[in-house]
């Protein structure tokens, strides 16, 4: 199981996408990770497993997750990108992440008074 953290290659938050990081999203894909974290733009945001440049890829692809929801203030959005499967920019939280020996379980949990949250999970590949 592979993770890492890095400033966003694809994001519809109003700081856009990064594609100087192309050359590292494709060594995570190359090396078979399965998750990237971030906190790029004040928002939430979840993509599908993707590759590296973004086509959407079920069998090996990278779930990224975009969580900049802990900061001062939330921002708006931006172009939204391919694959972008959930967005939220009205809450603050935090995701707890939980690992397995197969897998993930990912959870949105918002500040205390607001319903939004999002469930997610993966299998390694």
């Known amino acids: 199981f ?26 995570l894909y190359n090396a078979n990770a399965e998750i990237v974290m971030n906190g790029h733009d004040h928002d939430y945001e979840r993509f599908g497993p993707q590759t590296a440049t973004g086509t959407a890829d079920a069998v090996r692809g990278l779930t990224e997750y975009i969580v900049g929801t802990g900061g001062k203030n939330l921002y708006s959005w931006g172009t939204i990108k391919a694959n972008s499967l959930v967005r939220n920019n009205a809450t603050f939280g935090v995701v707890s992440l939980t690992l397995h020996a197969t897998g993930w379980d990912a959870n949105f949990l918002p500040e205390a008074g607001k319903t939004f949250t999002d469930t997610s999970s993966g299998t390694c590949h």
């Open 2 to 27: 592979r993770c890492a953290a890095c400033a966003a290659e694809r994001s519809g938050g109003s700081h856009g996408s990064d594609t100087s990081f192309q050359p590292f999203w494709q060594a």
